[in-house]
């Protein structure tokens, strides 16, 4: 078992496909949004479009006992080449 580190990211496809072609492992957050379940339609009040667009926004940095730290620093530098290469004028 390892952990992984969430990240609220501005277009996450794109940004993992970017991570991809640079031989870095990241992933998709996996973790269903629970107000979109059957399960707890009952406490449901109404559609919940931020927490939507919240769960489909987040990737999962790697975090384990044997990453080292020049690919925490590779992963940090694709990231900021990725942004940088675009006009942000908000964030999530």
């Known amino acids: 078992r390892f952990n992984q580190i969430p990240v609220i990211c501005k277009e996450r496809n794109r940004l ?3 991570l991809f072609k640079n031989d870095i492992d990241i ?3 996996h973790i269903k949004n629970l107000n979109d379940l059957d ?3 009952r406490y449901r009040k109404k559609v919940n479009y931020v ?3 919240i769960s489909d926004s987040i990737i999962l940095l ?4 044997n990453y080292s730290r ?4 590779k992963i ?3 990231m900021r ?3 940088n290469s675009k006009k942000w004028k908000t964030s999530i």
Do not use: D, S
Request: include cysteine; proline fraction near 8%.
């Open 16 to 18: 993992i496909e970017f």
């Open 27 to 29: 992933a998709e957050q």
């Open 39 to 41: 399960l707890y339609e």
């Open 51 to 53: 927490t939507r667009e």
């Open 62 to 65: 790697p975090c384990y006992p």
């Open 70 to 73: 020049k690919k925490v620093i």
């Open 76 to 78: 940090t530098k694709l």
């Open 81 to 83: 080449i990725y942004y």
